[in-house]
């Protein structure tokens, strides 16, 4: 586990061989140059071979994050009213002691549940959460939270489906027959699999997307469903009766290897083209081609993302598609079944390496933390840590969450690796390490592999990472430790308890795979995880807030007045809102060309995108890249990226998925006009002033 590829010093030039644990299902090795204790290039390692010698652009040119002006370099506390971005220099031990003893008058005044812990792990490893941070949280008895933000409702389905059966391994799509990209745009969060899709299309097999969107792959695609938000439930309820009412259905498998099909087929006998098509505004004949292709191909594989997750309708709609295989007979070939997530494969959980078990604390949905933050009783959250996560950029109702923020009597801490939009609220802000500082295990949830991540520099500033700082925290609470744990000794407590063969194979050769091997074949390889080995086509014990059971369709919440739908998809510029302070350019509204025209709108124009939640202003791009009636602004921008310091979730309700109580960001329903010229010129300025470090009474706390 040498630091560096060669011998050279430390104030040498050596390249240091690490993983990338953004949230990305790729999880590419990484060759980090470093010459005089900077990193001076960023580069894919052949390590993983599944990630094939190149990496994506964020990540190409992640030391800007690392040293740009946005960086956080010494813990600070607040010196000027809240928002405004004035704090002052402090130690750690300042900050620290200030943390501790706030955290236990919180409790001795109104208990431990009035501390919230707030935080998303999607873009960390099995070191930096849920190891000292969550011994920390649970042995002082805080809230707990539910980390529904992303992947919940479509977690939910496949859990109780397929027990989070391993999917098809992306290297394998060449030999299907037929590619269905379901919610999901590789191009731009995947990037990884679409040579693999292209090499099929060269060998002949088709690929239907399913996106509201034109993306670069729907262009090049056999068959585009451009449907209407929130309706791919109806559209898969409609492939499904197809196959059961002509007979398509692989009634043997199902016999044999799933319950529920009789349910199943029940629910979707109502749904047919027609039906589904005018709910999801497209061509019934293209549901008709689209069910028809997906019968007489084998193999076939449907890869199901997350953008249909993000409504009312998501989790249901996950079900739905990850059904599509198991009643086609899709199993059983190489290329054929589907893909989600392969986290599960490995079996792999926090409480084989955390002591302490969950307690019995209330638990918290975090798309909710606006409205906690204002209403939250008996008690309420009167401090709020923050790390590992920017929730003004990522959670719903964005004015409500900021307005929580502003409470007075609400002690937040952010801890974080920059200058996020939500620090800017904070009474305490600690200096976070990047990922090429510190130790780190990643695990892909696209691929079969476990890496080992290694610290390429120093700590840039004063930064520290997760692990050392809420082990600190738990020794100034004199929760179970006595002195602060090093990243060493957290990195090799979990190596201790790792399967030897995991364990064995990074200590060998930086990365893990699976006993079968990083190419499964679905039920040859892999079985469902369920108690008893079936698929469960309809999970009779699965909670759902749908009025209607499993597999009911909840009306479109559009409104006379609100009538377009506003999505906010991944971008190639952002990983969720990491890397969101990056961003050069002011963020633009897409908007389909025969909408923009009913509007008296056209390209370029300055807009306001409304609702009864908020507004955001930005520029607009016209054509057809989105379906008509569906307008998108990009995921993870930061408020300096729009005219008026709002993004999309100012306008997403914190409404819950039927499944899981996942967020419904795409359930947002807005109207668009035309920003008058004297508030664009106001707005204009401000957003092209580029924003600077935060004021300090004792220097810059970037």
Not at 62 to 71: K, L
Not at 427 to 447: C, M, N, Q
Request: glycine share 8%.
């Amino acid at each position: 586990m040498g630091m560096a590829k060669d011998d050279e010093l430390s104030w040498g030039r050596s390249t240091v061989e690490t993983s990338c644990p953004l949230d990305c299902p790729d999880n590419c090795s990484l060759a980090v140059s470093v010459e005089k204790g900077r990193v001076v290039k960023i580069d894919a390692s052949p390590r993983n071979a599944f990630t094939d010698g190149y990496i994506c652009a964020k990540v190409r040119n992640f030391a800007d994050r690392v040293y740009g002006d946005d960086r956080l370099l010494y813990p600070a506390v607040r010196t000027g009213p809240k928002g405004k971005g004035q704090f002052k220099r402090v130690s750690w031990d300042e900050a620290l002691a200030q943390i501790a003893a706030q955290m236990l008058t919180v409790k001795r005044r109104s208990g431990a549940e009035a501390v919230l812990p707030f935080c998303y792990g999607g873009s960390n490893g099995l070191l930096t959460q849920d190891t000292n941070d969550a011994e920390l949280f649970r042995r002082f008895g805080a809230s707990r939270l539910a980390r529904t933000v992303c992947a919940a409702p479509s977690g939910a389905a496949f859990l109780a489906m397929y027990g989070k059966m391993g999917s098809v391994a992306y290297e394998d799509y060449p030999d299907a027959t037929l590619i269905v990209l379901w919610g999901a745009n590789p191009s731009a969060s995947s990037i990884h699999l679409v040579p693999h899709v292209r090499e099929a299309q060269k060998r002949g097999a088709k690929l239907v997307v399913v996106d509201p969107r034109r993306t670069v792959l729907a262009r090049h695609a056999d068959l585009h469903i451009a449907l209407r938000p929130g309706t791919d439930l109806v559209v898969a309820l409609a492939i499904h009766r197809h196959l059961f009412e002509q007979g398509l259905a692989d009634t043997a498998f199902l016999d044999a290897h799933t319950t529920g099909a009789a349910r199943l087929r029940e629910k979707a006998a109502p749904w047919t083209f027609e039906n589904a098509a005018a709910i999801a505004r497209v061509d019934p004949k293209d549901l008709e081609r689209f069910a028809t292709l997906y019968a007489e191909s084998s193999p076939a594989v449907v890869r199901c993302g997350w953008g249909l997750e993000r409504n009312r309708n998501g989790g249901h709609a996950s079900l739905a598609v990850l059904a599509l295989p198991a009643v086609g007979g899709k199993f059983g070939v190489r290329g054929g079944g589907y893909s989600m997530s392969t986290s599960a494969s490995w079996g792999l959980k926090p409480s084989t390496w955390v002591e302490t078990p969950e307690p019995p604390t209330r638990t918290i949905n975090m798309n909710h933390l606006g409205q906690v933050l204002l209403e939250q009783r008996d008690p309420g959250i009167e401090l709020l840590f923050v790390y590992n996560c920017n929730p003004v950029a990522t959670m719903p109702d964005q004015n409500a969450v900021v307005k929580g923020l502003l409470r007075e009597d609400l002690f937040t801490v952010v801890f974080d690796q920059v200058r996020t939009d939500t620090a800017m609220y904070a009474d305490v802000i600690l200096p976070a390490t990047t990922f090429l500082e510190h130790y780190e295990i990643t695990k892909s949830y696209g691929a079969y592999a476990i890496q080992l991540g290694q610290p390429a520099i120093e700590p840039v500033g004063e930064s520290r990472s997760n692990m050392e700082v809420f082990s600190d925290l738990l020794a100034r609470l004199d929760l179970g430790r006595e002195e602060p744990e090093h990243d060493t000794e957290t990195l090799m407590r979990v190596f201790d308890k790792l399967p030897d063969p995991i364990r064995n194979q990074l200590i060998d050769k930086g990365l893990a795979t699976p006993a079968f091997g990083p190419r499964p074949i679905q039920f040859v390889d892999l079985f469902p995880q369920t108690a008893d080995g079936k698929i469960h086509l309809f999970p009779e014990n699965l909670p759902t807030i749908a009025p209607g059971g499993l597999y009911a369709y909840q009306p479109d919440p559009a409104t006379e007045r609100y009538p377009l739908a506003l999505i906010s998809p991944a971008s190639e510029k952002t990983v969720s809102s990491t890397l969101g302070e990056l961003r050069q350019r002011p963020a633009s509204l897409y908007m389909h060309i025969e909408d923009a025209v009913e509007r008296g709108l056209k390209d370029g124009d300055p807009v306001r995108i409304y609702n009864d939640l908020g507004e955001v202003h930005c520029l607009l791009i016209t054509g057809d890249a989105v379906a008509r009636g569906t307008v998108s602004l990009a995921k993870g921008l930061w408020r300096r990226s729009t005219l008026n310091h709002s993004t999309s979730n100012a306008l997403s309700p914190s409404t819950l998925s039927d499944l899981g109580g996942g967020a419904c960001f795409n359930d947002a329903r807005v109207e668009v006009a035309r920003l008058l010229k004297a508030a664009f010129e106001a707005q204009d300025v401000a957003f092209f002033v580029k924003p600077g470090s935060v004021a300090t009474d004792r220097g810059s706390v970037h």
